[in-house]
């Protein structure tokens, strides 16, 4: 199976090992860059920080995101945080009126960020691959109803071919992946496809009237996945052996 691992400079170095080791791989860390053009992102943590999953941490910014619009949806409802180095968390509220926690995004979620600054950004998440050994696994639980998800493993491409969120005896026949399309930095509708077993490429288009491609995602991307099975949460387990 073909699978993209884009981790930019990765070290296997055995004596990399921080204080979670019982979470984080011991011999594989690196970088990823992430673009955040001007406008609405859709991303994700792509990387575990060994300092911490915080925002502060794994998008720092010194005054350069002042501003910028950070929207997390918690299973009903978006969380709004604001950019702001002058708070003594670094962030404020939708407002910006007042200091709240820094947000805290584990690989494995996606979400909004709307870079309003009016200046073309990259960040560089640094850290390890959250998993606890190689070969190892990784394992992401998505609820019943519509999450905003992500590849827990910095892997890019077909999201059953490369992901590895793959449809075994049409386990997940059904349910939809929703990807937004962004032009401008404006949010343009989504492009829904929906996993199915009996069409020739594994997937149907938005109504599952005809076979649809299938979906791409790329490193430091998500999509928003409705799981509508009825069974409960559906366990997304990837794996990472390198050779």
């Known amino acids: 199976m073909k699978k993209t691992l884009l981790i930019a400079a990765a070290a296997l170095a055995a004596g990399v090992i921080s204080s979670q080791a019982q979470v984080y791989s011991q011999n594989i860390v690196g970088y990823v860059n992430t673009p955040l053009p001007l406008g609405t992102s859709f991303i994700s943590i792509p990387l575990a920080n060994t300092a911490g999953d915080s925002m502060t941490n794994t998008i720092p910014n010194s005054g350069q995101l002042d501003g910028a619009v950070v929207s997390i949806f918690n299973g009903t409802h978006f969380v709004q945080s604001t950019f702001d180095s002058t708070m003594p968390t670094g962030f404020g509220n939708a407002s910006d009126s007042a200091a709240v926690p820094a947000p805290v995004v584990d690989p494995g979620t996606s979400f909004y960020l709307n870079n309003n600054t009016g200046v073309i950004q990259t960040n560089t998440f640094v850290g390890q691959v959250f998993i606890a050994s190689i070969p190892g696994t990784a394992t992401n639980s998505l609820p019943a109803g519509n999450s905003f998800a ?80 009825g069974g409960g949460a559906i366990q997304w387990v990837q794996t990472l052996n390198v050779q």
Do not use: R
């Open 150 to 229: 992500a590849s827990v493993i910095p892997f890019g491409g077909g999201i059953s071919s490369s992901l590895q969120f793959s449809n075994n005896a049409g386990a997940l026949d059904g349910t939809i992946v929703s990807q937004p399309n962004i032009v401008g930095g404006s949010i343009h509708g989504f492009t829904q496809t929906v996993f199915d077993s009996t069409m020739s490429t594994g997937f149907g288009n938005a109504s599952d009237s005809a076979s649809a491609p299938e979906p791409q995602v790329v490193v430091g991307g998500g999509f928003i996945y409705n799981n509508n099975a």
